[in-house]
């Protein structure tokens, strides 16, 4: 991970070299398969999904943070995890701040953040202090030599390799929908809200039915 950090040099050693859009498509669904495999078969081994899980149900409040792309997955998350638990926010910068969450951290919440290369400060800050005011802390990074994992009491590492010029996102995304899962799973009231959140959705007319 300390190599080709940042986009423009992984696009100049992966794809700069003359190759047919269908080898280049070989390679990427190769990589992406051998990388989510390895991610599935780690958080197997590990625990640590299943063991997060188990901490963002427990809590009291459950806040979620990324910054960057890593927004893209905290988003995820956050979206999932509501339709099951109640009291997640999706710490995004505006309307819920950093400032905001930090003003009232209690020993009874979670911080689930994520943060992948190149490591964004806001999030890394957010969840340092997060973590000094008593709140708890699971990361979802890439490596163990993350910044994130100095600061969280848990940390789901998600391996990231890829062909592209962008590290891959498959493996991320896959890992947060199986801690969403397993999180909700055992969440008491879990269903009783989600068959709720249908009434309502019937009711306002939110999707488009024939």
């Given at each position: 991970m300390t190599e080709l950090t940042s986009p423009s040099q992984r696009f100049g050693a992966r794809l700069q070299r003359p190759s047919s859009a269908a080898a280049l498509q070989t390679r990427v669904i190769e990589q992406e398969t051998k990388t989510l495999a390895e991610a599935f078969a780690r958080v197997t081994a590990d625990g640590t999904v299943a063991a997060a899980?188990?901490?963002?149900?427990?809590?009291?409040?459950?806040?979620?943070?990324?910054?960057?792309?890593?927004?893209?997955y905290a988003s995820l998350l956050a979206v999932d995890l509501s339709a099951g638990l109640s009291n997640v926010t999706l710490v995004d910068g505006t309307l819920v701040r950093h400032v905001d969450v930090l003003a009232d951290v209690r020993e009874s919440d979670v911080l689930v953040a994520?943060?992948?290369?190149?490591?964004?400060?806001?999030?890394?800050?957010l969840a340092?202090?997060?973590?000094?005011a008593g709140g708890a802390v699971v990361a979802v990074t890439d490596t163990a030599d993350?910044?994130?994992?100095?600061?969280?009491?848990q940390s789901i590492v998600v391996p990231t390799a890829s062909a592209s010029f962008a590290d891959s996102p498959t493996a991320v995304a896959a890992v947060v929908h199986l801690l969403a899962t397993l999180t909700t799973a055992s969440a008491k009231g879990a269903r009783r809200r989600l068959a709720e959140r249908d009434r309502l959705a019937h009711d306002l007319e939110l999707y488009w039915e024939d």
């Amino acid at each position: 991970m300390t190599e080709l950090t940042s986009p423009s040099q992984r696009f100049g050693a992966r794809l700069q070299r003359p190759s047919s859009a269908a080898a280049l498509q070989t390679r990427v669904i190769e990589q992406e398969t051998k990388t989510l495999a390895e991610a599935f078969a780690r958080v197997t081994a590990d625990g640590t999904v299943a063991a997060a899980a188990a901490t963002v149900v427990a809590a009291r409040r459950r806040f979620v943070a990324g910054t960057g792309k890593s927004f893209a997955y905290a988003s995820l998350l956050a979206v999932d995890l509501s339709a099951g638990l109640s009291n997640v926010t999706l710490v995004d910068g505006t309307l819920v701040r950093h400032v905001d969450v930090l003003a009232d951290v209690r020993e009874s919440d979670v911080l689930v953040a994520v943060s992948l290369r190149r490591y964004r400060r806001e999030t890394i800050a957010l969840a340092r202090r997060f973590a000094a005011a008593g709140g708890a802390v699971v990361a979802v990074t890439d490596t163990a030599d993350s910044p994130l994992t100095t600061v969280a009491g848990q940390s789901i590492v998600v391996p990231t390799a890829s062909a592209s010029f962008a590290d891959s996102p498959t493996a991320v995304a896959a890992v947060v929908h199986l801690l969403a899962t397993l999180t909700t799973a055992s969440a008491k009231g879990a269903r009783r809200r989600l068959a709720e959140r249908d009434r309502l959705a019937h009711d306002l007319e939110l999707y488009w039915e024939d």
